[in-house]
């Protein structure tokens, strides 16, 4: 018992077993003392009751299976478990938990080494990549959506600017004779500061001084005061990242309603601005077909067809260091509960689930099929096939049409 209980305590050290309920704690190591699991058995058993606490559903006591046989008390432990996992979510009696009603932010100015222009962290040769490149004007984002992976890289109530942002986008020396897509929303949301500490400014001059350079802004703010007060290049596109009210509510803690952001693109819409529209990540829940396709016949519906530059999906993909971040916060979501599969190196959606969705988006925009461009993030290359009929060969080809299509839809001549 002594040697047990020795190895018992060793084990938790580096597990979730402090942030537990006392009552589950209490559970867990008399189950554990009885029965002599393993190591990774009790590690696994550990992570089960965090993850039930955290998607509000049944806890570990309510689930944990009357047997005195370790293999079989932990192999329909873990059935039990997959059965929550895996079937569709619900947030119907789902109860929110230390959801910050306001962000507190600190913020910082810095002098950054070198510059923050290179591609697309999560491009990939397993996925097909459109080889977007970025520029991190900020660091860190003051929104609080569940699933998002910059909070695994950066310190979420620190702001930092870089102090010669300005400065190194007039020096970047860029090919005159080449197209260019920037994105300024991968390590912050392109539009939530407005034009603190001048960044706005910044890079309406580098747009208009680069006229190849296609400069997308991805937010899911609704702040547009320096675009509507301002003079907009016209190489600019304005990209909102889109869900369905439910997923708004439950998982994108701090964000403009839809409603507001749907407002705000109408808006740069009317003042000529070129928008796009990003379903990133589609989740699954029940009805949430229906309730998707609610907002996709919003946007058929005041947006016309010349006005809109793009629209992307995509889905929940998840690494190892994201899932241990949300275990270590203190909050509820479902966000983690989906059946994962591995999904090139991340876990995902099985690719039935991803088809069905998919599927589903694209053929919603049927009437913008030839006039819009339509891609999928982060997918392998036969998704597009499964869902769209059609798929590129390479990366290279995918970039191409991509920037061909926006740079017809801007006005712009094509160089690439």
């Known amino acids: 018992m002594n040697t047990y209980l020795e190895k018992f305590n060793d084990t938790i050290e580096n597990t979730f077993y402090a942030k537990l309920p006392e009552n589950e704690q209490t559970f867990i190591k008399e189950k554990s003392l009885q029965l002599k699991f393993s190591y990774q058995e009790l590690k696994q058993i550990i992570d089960i009751a965090r993850d039930l606490s955290m998607w509000h559903e049944k806890n570990i006591l309510e689930i944990f299976p009357d047997h005195n046989q370790k293999k079989v008390v932990f192999t329909r432990l873990r059935k039990a478990y997959e059965d929550i996992r895996d ?9 929110l938990k230390n959801i910050p009603q306001e962000q507190k932010y600190t913020f910082t100015t810095e002098t950054k080494e070198g510059f923050g222009l290179g591609l697309c962290p999560v491009a990939s040769e397993k996925t097909r990549c459109c080889n977007l490149l970025t520029l991190d004007a900020v660091e860190s984002c003051g929104f609080d959506c569940s699933y998002c992976s910059i909070q695994s890289f950066y310190n979420q109530n620190t702001i930092t600017f870089d102090s010669g942002f300005a400065d190194k986008l007039l020096n970047l020396n860029l090919d005159q004779n080449k197209t260019y897509h920037i994105g300024t929303g991968q390590s912050s949301d392109s539009l939530m500061w407005g034009n603190r500490e001048g960044i706005l400014d910044s890079l309406f001059r580098f747009a208009r001084e680069n006229p190849n350079v ?19 290049p016209t190489n600019i596109l304005c990209t909102y990242s889109l869900n369905t009210q439910t997923i708004i509510d439950n998982e994108e803690h701090l964000t403009a309603s839809l409603n507001k952001r749907v407002k705000a693109a109408r808006k740069l819409a009317d003042k000529g601005v070129k928008v796009g529209f990003h379903f990133h990540p589609i989740v699954e829940y029940e009805n949430y077909l229906e309730e998707y396709k609610e907002v996709y016949d919003k946007l058929i519906n005041e947006f016309k067809v010349g006005e809109v530059a793009l629209i992307s999906f995509g889905t929940l993909t998840f690494i190892k260091p994201v899932i241990k971040q949300l275990r270590e916060r203190e909050f509820r979501t479902k966000i983690t509960q989906i059946p994962h599969v591995n999904a090139s190196g991340k876990t995902s959606y099985p690719d039935a689930t991803k088809v069905e969705m998919f599927k589903h988006a694209y053929e919603s925009f049927k009437p913008w099929h030839k006039d819009v461009f339509f891609y999928l993030c982060m997918e392998e290359h036969s998704m597009w096939a499964k869902t769209f009929g059609y798929e590129y060969s390479t990366n290279n080809d995918f970039e191409r049409a991509m920037l061909a299509s926006y740079a017809n839809k801007l006005d712009m001549e094509f160089l690439l």
């Not at 079937?87 to 109860?95: A, D, G, I, L, T």
């Not at 296609?214 to 003079?231: G, R, V, Y």
């Open 214 to 232: 296609i400069l997308e802004f991805k937010t899911k703010s609704d702040n547009i005061k320096h675009f509507l007060e301002n003079d907009v």
């Open 87 to 95: 079937k569709p979510n619900s947030y119907k009696n789902f109860e």
